[in-house]
């Protein structure tokens, strides 16, 4: 079956710090790839995606490369803020499948102090 | 475009009795999903729809759970004889089958049930 693994958390960084959160992955077909923000509180919300190999997804400084020959999608963001402080969610959903329901990894809580 | 959203937010039951969750889409997207997420956890897949039709509902969804979208436009989630196992936070997500991004997701703010 299809399966995310992020590394397990909590991590506490300093703000300017430089952030990793690693993703793998197992599929049976041709996944697209997510990362999904929790803030406190709220739902979801989609941070980046790519759909095809060496593909990068990059938003709000954030970004994050699919490699296929690694299955992984790593997280990265070169200094992170306050605000940053959310859970976050690797996720996948195949590509050519017709439900492209969503398939996520436990996520990691990422505090950032001051 | 005010986004997915959801009622009530938060609800409290106890054990045994039936509970109604509501989720209204982004309007013109066709597709709409139900996760549920436990509390360490990321969520998991419940059921989608495409217009009124369900489509697929996971092991995860037992016979005391159904789901609705009788217009194809909001959904309802209902949890019926409820069990202190059931407490967690219901997601609900919607996109556009069609056009260039149809497995991008936009999730409301979720339920979160919690069972006494």
């Known amino acids: 079956g299809n399966s995310v693994t992020q590394m397990e958390g909590p991590v506490t960084l300093s703000e300017e710090a430089f952030l990793t959160i690693n993703c793998t992955y197992t599929a049976t077909g041709y996944p697209s790839l997510f990362w999904y923000v929790q803030y406190p509180g709220e739902g979801l919300q989609l941070l980046l995606k790519?759909?095809?190999?060496?593909d990068k997804g990059s938003n709000k400084g954030f970004e994050a490369t699919y490699r296929k020959e690694t299955t992984s999608f790593h997280l990265e963001k070169g200094s992170v803020q306050v605000s940053d402080s959310a859970v976050y969610f690797c996720a996948l959903s195949l590509r050519g499948g017709s439900n492209y329901k969503l398939t996520f990894g436990k996520g990691t809580l990422l505090t950032v102090n001051p | 475009d005010t986004g997915v959203s959801q009622n009530p937010r938060h609800k409290i039951t106890k054990r045994g009795q039936n509970v109604t969750f509501r989720c209204d889409p982004i309007s013109e997207h066709n597709r709409l999903y139900w996760y549920r997420q436990t509390l360490g956890q990321g969520p998991e897949f419940l059921t989608y729809f495409q217009n009124e039709a369900q489509l697929e509902k996971s092991r995860l969804l037992s016979d005391r759970f159904s789901a609705e979208r009788p217009k194809g436009s909001f959904s309802t989630l209902e949890i019926q004889r409820t069990e202190q196992g059931d407490s967690a936070m219901y997601l609900c997500?919607?996109?556009?089958?069609?056009?260039?991004?149809?497995?991008?997701?936009?999730f409301g703010p979720g339920t979160r049930l919690t069972v006494l």
């Open positions: 997500a919607s996109s556009l089958i069609q056009g260039a991004a149809p497995d991008t997701q936009y």
């Open positions: 790519a759909t095809k190999a060496d």
